[in-house]
């Protein structure tokens, strides 16, 4: 199926300051980087934990979209001075009004081979950095009076079964619940919590650590025969975090025509 046109622009996220974190790579992260930036907004900071992708992505956009629009901080989500660092860099623009929640780490492995450690560190990157960075964002936001929003990336593997899977889906079904939990302690705020649900968007990161039997299998699982660009997730995001969601929280919206 040929792919859907690239819809361009309209201003969605004018004059607001965006904060993505694993932003460096080429997946989603990056598409809502650009997308947010399309949209208008003020400023959009990156964060990632490899420096040299961090390096050559602020010069890439900054290049293309301005440098007083784009910056950049090293950021591992499992560790709180480093995402407190990452939205320190979101006040020279004037602190952050919509944070994206994009780390996260999968694997492969049935639950007879994986060890304590394989399990807690995919849910220290996925469930608990999520967490460390809504609760982050979500201080600054009171502190600020400001009417912020929080996106966060979880997955369909959170409400259904996948061979292998066991940490990643208990860590992105923990994601949603968050997310519905978080919507309510910050609605009195003003501040809004959402999820987007991704199933399989591709990538060349996907593709390289990805066999083709595998990504083939779940491609056939999908209503349009393909999996969706990174973009298409993107737009999400960018809705969500628009003024036209605006009553909209504690959603966990599917990228796709998968729930189980």
């Known amino acids: ?12 996220l004018a004059q607001k300051t965006v904060v993505v974190t694993a932003a460096a790579g080429a997946g989603i992260g990056s598409a809502v980087v650009r997308r ?11 964060g990632d934990v490899h420096e040299r992708r961090l390096t050559e992505a602020h010069e890439a956009l900054a290049k293309e979209f301005g440098a007083d629009r784009v910056a950049t901080a090293v950021c591992d989500v499992t560790v709180e001075e480093q995402v407190e660092r990452l939205l320190d860099a ?23 081979e994986m060890d304590d450690g394989a399990w807690a560190r995919v849910l220290d990157v996925t469930l608990t950095g999520t967490f460390r960075c809504v609760r982050a964002a979500g201080r600054r936001m009171v502190r600020g009076g400001r009417r912020g929003v929080i996106v966060n990336n979880a997955s369909v593997v959170g409400w259904r079964a996948q061979e292998g899977q066991a940490h990643y889906a208990a860590a992105k079904a923990g994601v949603m619940a ?12 003003g ?14 990161f996907l593709e390289k650590v990805t066999s083709a039997e595998v990504l083939e299998r779940l491609t056939d699982r999908e209503a349009f025969g393909r999996a969706a660009q990174p973009w298409e997730v993107a737009n999400v995001v960018v809705f969500l975090a628009s ?7 504690g959603e966990v919206v599917s990228v796709s025509s998968q729930h189980a």
């Open 1 to 12: 199926m040929d792919l859907p046109e690239y819809v361009p622009g309209h201003g969605l």
């Open 36 to 46: 947010c930036l399309e949209e208008g907004a003020r400023a959009v900071v990156l």
């Open 90 to 112: 979101a006040d020279v623009f004037g602190g952050v009004d919509v944070m994206v929640n994009n780390a996260g780490l999968g694997g492969t492995c049935s639950v007879l």
């Open 178 to 189: 968050l997310t519905r939990c978080a919507a309510l302690d910050l609605a009195g705020h």
């Open 191 to 204: 501040i809004r919590v959402n999820a987007v649900s991704p199933s399989l968007a591709l990538h060349p």
């Open 243 to 249: 003024g036209y969601a605006s009553y909209l929280t």
